[in-house]
Structures are given as structure tokens and as C-alpha cells.
């Protein structure tokens, strides 16, 4: 990796921290629903022109008696959108990508935010304005495919805003 590179994906990890967060959040959506996994409160944050990067948060819940997985998503905002992970490993902050995935447990909620599970926007094709929403593709092994909106929240939001 390109030291810029490096210097790119610290700056990105700083940022998806919670001790980075202020309150400035986006419309929380309604709740959708894909099979048997309940998809709410999707946003995304606000990124300065020409920034080369931006994460997605959501929270997935399996209301099913089978675990599902969580394989990929696309979107047009970016040239690549992969799953990711952020874990301390020692006294180290790392972030890679989830090849296989994220499986969610029959009967069990798991939460992409920052600082963990996350989906990661390389590439991007546009700039993200706050107040605007975001299309994002989402893909499981059992539940299929979904299309859901991103609300765009501040640039350091780190959920989406509750009661708009």
C-alpha cells in the first residue's frame, strides 16, 4: 500500500471511531424487510469533495429459525463496495475486508457502526451530501437481494437521527 494510501485509510479509521462521532445524524428510515432479516436505521456520513472513501452503518436482525449471512453489496456511488470489519488487534486498530461475509444469527440482531462491522464505499464516484440518501445493494445467502436507502448524515455522525 502507497504511503497516501496508508495515510488515507488512517484518516478513515479515525473517523468510523465513536470517540470521533458528534450528534449530527441523519433521518432515521423506516424498517425494510428482506426474507427473514430486518433491515433499520441505514445512513452513511457526509464526505468532503473528492474524498476517496466513506463507510455504511445499519442494523441487520434475523427474525428467522436459520442463521443467513450477509455475502455483498454494490452501489453506484462507488466503484467498490466490500464488507469490512474494525478490530483492535494489541494496541492497533485494524480494518479488513470480511471476504465470506457477515453471518447473522437465527434470532439475533448484529449492527454495522462505526468502529466495527461497516460497509465500506472505495472509490467513490460522487460526493455525499448531508440530508440526501444513498442506494445501496444489499445481498444474502438465504433472505436475497434489497435495495435500501442511506441517509447522509453529517460528517461525523454516528447514527441515524431518531423521531424525523
Known amino acids: 500500500m502507497s504511503l497516501r494510501l496508508s495515510i488515507i485509510a488512517l484518516a478513515f479509521a479515525a473517523a468510523l471511531t465513536p ?5 449530527h445524524a ?16 441505514p445512513f452513511t456520513r457526509a464526505t468532503l469533495p473528492n474524498a476517496p472513501v466513506a463507510g455504511g452503518f ?3 436482525t434475523n ?24 478490530a483492535m ?27 466495527g462491522f461497516h460497509l465500506m464505499f472505495m ?14 445493494t444489499l445481498t444474502f445467502e438465504k433472505a436475497g437481494e434489497i435495495t435500501v436507502d442511506l441517509a447522509v448524515g453529517g460528517t461525523a455522525a454516528d447514527a441515524p437521527a431518531m423521531g424525523h
Open 19 to 23: 470517540a470521533f462521532a458528534q450528534d
Open 26 to 41: 441523519a433521518p432515521a428510515a423506516a424498517t425494510v424487510t428482506v426474507g427473514s432479516i430486518e433491515i433499520s436505521g
Open 58 to 60: 445499519l442494523t441487520l
Open 63 to 86: 427474525t428467522g429459525a436459520e442463521d443467513d449471512r450477509l455475502l455483498s453489496a454494490t452501489s453506484s456511488i462507488a466503484k467498490e463496495t466490500q464488507v469490512h470489519e474494525m
Open 89 to 115: 488487534q494489541g494496541d492497533v486498530m485494524k480494518m479488513r475486508q470480511l471476504t465470506d461475509g457477515i453471518v447473522i444469527p437465527a434470532g439475533e440482531t448484529v449492527a454495522l457502526e462505526p468502529g
Open 123 to 136: 472509490g467513490l464516484t460522487q460526493t455525499l451530501v448531508e440530508g440526501e440518501t444513498v442506494a445501496v
